[in-house]
């Protein structure tokens, strides 16, 4: 099998070119050619798809499949979806569930309304950036366009820092600020699964828009945190928190405490939503504790979280010390 992967170099790229590349395909890069690396035997293609002629080195290739994970203006993906329309028979775009237009309640489905936003438009917000540029890639090559929406992503190679950042506090030891309740279902997937999951269905022919997550409570919060406890090896003691005393103190889930959306919060959907139709067509996620111990261990050969490939940096997730060890010296004894 040929594929062409749009980017290549960042988190959930990386994990589908590496996948790729385990199956023994015949992998092409597109991108600009200034962030990161590639596995050997990868060719490695440049342009900016952005500029003008930018999708250039394109011309004249033929490939099985191609991925774009671009967050970017829509009319980027709709550029280089028209550049392919007869070089590849099937378009996968890999998306988000944050294109669900509010509000979204629990258990959403994939039929639910999505921002409003056009294929050929600028750079904007991420939720309308991936709305526009699922727009663009049915528009361009209809139903041989699939739609991962995927939810949070975590595994070895992440660069927004959610389930490093845990890792590390848990690593530096002593009490940890943990949001309660232990049982708290979370809702995730491994980028390692991602991929697997993406190349089978794009290479099937697939098309169509799929939640892209674990079933909510394929781990909880109390597992999760355990299970950095027990990978690091820490002298870490887990200080459980009841969330309504957290929110009173001004926590802000999912951003001061990652991953954590308690019950009743606004956003508790993105923990919660409808993945039916993505396990009916063949996901398989791995344990929690394989995730956790395999970013653990990619967290110590790196160091620290590698910057966006191609994007401007996210804000930082995560507590300041200071701040956590005054919310820690505030609860009972």
Known sequence: MRLLMLGGTGFVGGAVVTEAVRRGWSVTVFNRGLHGTVPEGVRRLRGDRTAPDGLAALAGGQWDLVVDT???????????????????????????GSVYAPPVGLGTGEDAPVFAAEADAGDGD???????????????????????????ILGPGEDIGRLPWWLHRVARGGEVLAPGPR?????YVDARDLAIWLLDRGIEGVGGAYNVVSRTGHTTMGELLDAAVAVTG?????????????????????????IWIPRGHEYRWLQERNVERAYAAGLVCRPAADTVADTWRWLCE????????????????????????????????
Do not use: I, M
């Open 302 to 333: 790196v160091g620290r979280v590698p910057a966006r490939a191609g994007r401007p940096a996210r804000a930082p997730v995560g507590l300041a010390p200071e701040r956590e060890a005054a919310l820690l010296a505030a609860l009972p004894a």
């Open 70 to 96: 671009w967050d970017g203006a829509p009319r980027a993906v709709r550029d280089a979806a028209r550049a392919l329309t007869g070089a590849v028979p099937h378009y996968v775009y890999v998306s988000s």
């Open 183 to 187: 049982d708290l279902p979370v809702q």
């Open 126 to 152: 991420y939720p309308h950036n991936k709305a526009g540029g699922e727009r663009a890639a049915v528009e361009v090559f209809g139903d041989r366009a699939l739609l991962v929406r995927a939810g949070l």
């Open 234 to 258: 820490a002298d870490a003691t887990l200080r459980w928190t009841a969330p309504d005393r957290l929110l009173a103190a001004g926590v802000e889930p999912w951003n001061d405490l990652p």
